[in-house]
């Protein structure tokens, strides 16, 4: 959406680190290494790293020093929530209750505020519970739905609504505008 608004095409496709194993891509510069090793090409490399208990800009020097020592100049942005990246999710009471296939549910979801949500211990422990209250389901059925977050959790980055309630995060905000930069550039 936000390339299309810019005139720019693009297509955006995720690395398959599975035909890696597990060992290949817990630090940056071992996902870019992947990356590099699965002989695909990108014209943009965007590189998701939470802050956890670091400032977003050491994570972004972070991700700029690796794609530099790996991948050298090659365009790069780093996507830095504040703590974890489903905090971003945790804003979008409807989108969540249309992931959890309630999107008439009544239950209260007592979402954290703009303002909270990137200061929540574990956010996406918040964001199961959140959408397994917001399913309304109970027994067997819960136990399904909760096995399948996986799944919820794709859906919601999917359909994040880029000038929704994320927007209100300087988080979001500094990623839309290393996107926009690049788009320019483009």
């Given at each position: 959406?936000?390339?299309?608004?810019?005139?720019?095409?693009?297509?955006?496709?995720?690395?398959d680190f599975g035909r890696l194993g597990p060992d290949h891509w817990h630090a940056v510069t071992d996902r870019?290494?992947?990356?590099?090793?699965?002989?695909?090409?990108?014209d943009l490399v965007i590189?998701?790293?939470?802050?956890?208990?670091v400032?977003?800009?050491?994570?972004?020097?972070?991700v700029a020093e690796a794609v530099t020592r790996e991948w050298l100049e090659h365009p790069h942005i780093a996507v830095v929530p504040v703590r974890a990246i489903e905090a971003w999710l945790l804003l979008d009471e409807s989108a969540i209750r249309r992931i959890a296939e309630s999107p008439n549910g009544r239950m209260h979801l007592d979402l954290p505020?703009?303002?909270?949500?990137?200061?929540?211990a574990d956010p996406k422990r918040l964001l199961q519970e959140t959408l397994a209250a917001a399913s309304g389901v109970a027994g067997?059925?819960?136990?399904?739905?909760?096995?399948?977050?996986?799944?919820?959790?794709?859906?919601?980055?999917e359909s994040l609504d880029p000038y929704g309630p994320v927007s209100q995060l300087p988080?979001?905000?500094?990623?839309l505008?290393?996107?926009n930069a690049v788009f320019l550039r483009a």
């Open positions: 959406m936000v390339a299309a608004e810019r005139g720019v095409q693009a297509v955006v496709t995720a690395p870019l290494r992947a990356v590099i090793s699965l002989g695909d090409t990108y590189v998701h790293r939470d802050a956890d208990r400032s977003p800009d050491d994570r972004r020097k972070e505020k703009a303002g909270a949500v990137e200061r929540i067997r059925r819960l136990t399904t739905f909760r096995n399948r977050f996986p799944r919820h959790h794709h859906k919601l980055l988080s979001w905000q500094a990623f505008s290393n996107l």
